[in-house]
C-alpha cells in the first residue's frame, strides 16, 4: 500500500499487541529515517530508545501517566541535540557556537522532520505509533530520567507497538481552512463558523461540550484541556529548561 | 515502491523541470498531509502557496537568493499558527491564552510534522523537494511578504517541482552515534572519531577544508556556515520575530 492509502486511513494507537517489536525492524526504520533532510547534514537529534520496564516507570509520571508508556513494548524520545556536534567541534579544534536559541529551534526542527519520517515508516510496516505532546510539559523529569547532557533536550515521544485496537478516525479540518494561495486569507466570523461548524456538530463533541457544562467545544479547549494558566506556567518551565540545558534565550 | 526504499534513495532535489505541478496533486498531498497527528486535533499549522513570479521574487531574499525559491513551480511556507484556533475561539465565548512559548512550540512541532509528512508523500510521488532552513533566519521579510498576522509564524519553506538532477547522495552518521538504549550514552573522543572520521574523509569534504584553508571540517561549522556570531544575532531577531507576532516568552 502507497504511504498515501496508509495515510488516508491511519490514526492514532495507544493499545498494543503482546507481539514484540524486532530490534531489527525497528533500527531498519530508524536508520532508514536518518534519510530525512537535516541543517548541512549534521543531524541535530538523537534517539533514545526505551525497552526496560524500569525505565517506562520513570517516564510515566512526566507523560501524565498515559497508560501507553508503560503499555507500549518500545517508546522512543526523539531530542534535539546540539550536543554530538559540539563535542566534535571541541575534538577538532572547532569552537562551536550552538548554546542559543536559533540553535535549539535548528535542532528541533531537524529531530521532529525526523520523528515524522519514523512515525509515517513505521505506520507503512503495519506498526502503530501514538505522539505524546506530554514531552514539552515536564521536559526536566524526561532529561534526568534519560541522563541528557547540555544542549540535549526532549522535543517529541512516540510509543510504538504492533496495533490491538481499530479506533475511528478523527475528523480534520478541510484543505481551505490551513491552505493560503500567495498570501494569508485571515478569518472571518464567516469563515470560522464555515471550517468548524461540521467539527462541532460531531455527535461525540457535542456530547464531550454537554458533560462538561460547557457552551461551546472551543470552551473545552480554553477552560479545561489547554487554559491559559497552565500555558503560561509551562512555558516558564520549558524556557526555564531550556536554559537549563544551555540553550541561552 | 515502498516508502522506505523512495528514502534510502532519496536527495534534495534543487533543480527542476517545466512540468507543472498540478493544483490537483498538490491539494491531493497537502490534505493527505492532514492526517499527521496534531495537538488535540486542532491542526495548528498554516500553508501558504507560492506560485506566482512576484511573489517569489519577493521571498527570494528572505532566502538568501538561493536559486530554487525562484525556479521552483512551488514554493510551500509552512507556520506555526495559533491564529485561526485563537480566532474560533474569539467567535464562541471562549477566552484563549495561546501567545506564550509553549504554544508556539506546540504550533511549530505540528507544523513541522505535517511538513515532513507532506515531504515523504511529495517524494513518494516523484516529485522533489528542498528544504529551505532560512526560514527562521529572516522571518521578519516571510511575514511581510505573506502578510502573516499575529500569532502566526513561518517554521519552514519547501521547494516543489518534478526532479531535473540525479544528484548524488549525501553520506549520515552510523546509526549508532544517534540512537542510544535505555539512557544516553555521552561521545568519548573514541566515539566521536568513530563516527565523524568517515566523513571527514569524504573526498569533497577533504577538498572543502582545503580550498576554504581549514584544519577541520568541523572549523567550515563553525567559522564559515554556522558561526557563533551569525548564530547569537540571528537568535536575537527570532526572538525579537516570536515577541512581535505575539508570542510572548
Avoid at 78 to 99: H, K, L, M, Q, V
Avoid at 129 to 139: K, S
Avoid at 174 to 183: C, N, Y
Wanted: aromatic share 8%.
Amino acid at each position: 500500500m502507497k504511504l498515501i492509502d496508509v495515510l488516508k486511513k491511519r490514526t492514532s494507537i495507544r493499545k498494543y499487541s503482546d507481539r514484540e517489536v524486532s530490534e531489527e525492524l525497528l533500527n531498519e526504520l530508524l536508520e532508514a529515517a536518518g534519510r530525512t533532510q537535516t541543517m548541512g547534514n549534521l543531524q541535530l537529534y538523537s534517539v533514545v530508545v526505551t525497552r526496560d520496564a524500569a525505565m517506562k516507570e520513570k517516564l510515566s509520571p512526566a507523560h501524565f501517566n498515559q497508560p501507553m508508556v508503560k503499555a507500549a513494548p518500545v517508546v522512543l524520545t526523539i531530542c534535539a541535540d546540539f550536543n554530538r556536534t559540539t563535542e566534535w567541534c571541541r575534538n577538532r579544534s572547532a569552537d562551536p557556537g550552538y548554546d542559543n536559541m536559533l540553535s535549539f529551534i535548528n535542532a528541533a526542527s531537524d529531530a521532529l522532520l525526523y520523528t515524522q519520517t519514523f512515525c509515517c515508516l513505521a505506520e507503512e510496516s503495519g506498526l502503530g505509533v501514538c505522539y505524546l505532546g506530554t514531552t514539552v510539559y515536564m521536559p526536566g523529569m524526561i532529561i534526568d530520567a534519560l541522563r541528557l547532557p547540555r544542549l540535549v533536550m526532549p522535543v517529541a515521544t512516540i510509543t510504538v507497538g504492533w496495533p490491538d485496537e481499530h479506533p475511528a478516525q478523527s475528523d480534520r479540518l478541510p484543505l481551505a481552512s490551513f491552505v493560503h494561495q500567495e498570501t494569508y486569507s485571515n478569518y472571518t466570523p464567516q469563515r470560522i463558523d464555515e471550517f468548524y461548524t461540521p467539527k462541532e456538530n460531531l455527535p461525540e463533541n457535542k456530547h464531550f461540550v454537554e458533560i462538561n457544562n460547557k457552551e461551546t467545544l472551543a470552551q473545552i479547549f480554553t477552560d479545561i484541556r489547554y487554559t491559559r494558566k497552565d500555558n503560561e506556567a509551562l512555558s516558564e518551565v520549558f524556557i526555564e529548561t531550556l536554559k537549563k540545558q544551555g540553550f541561552h534565550l
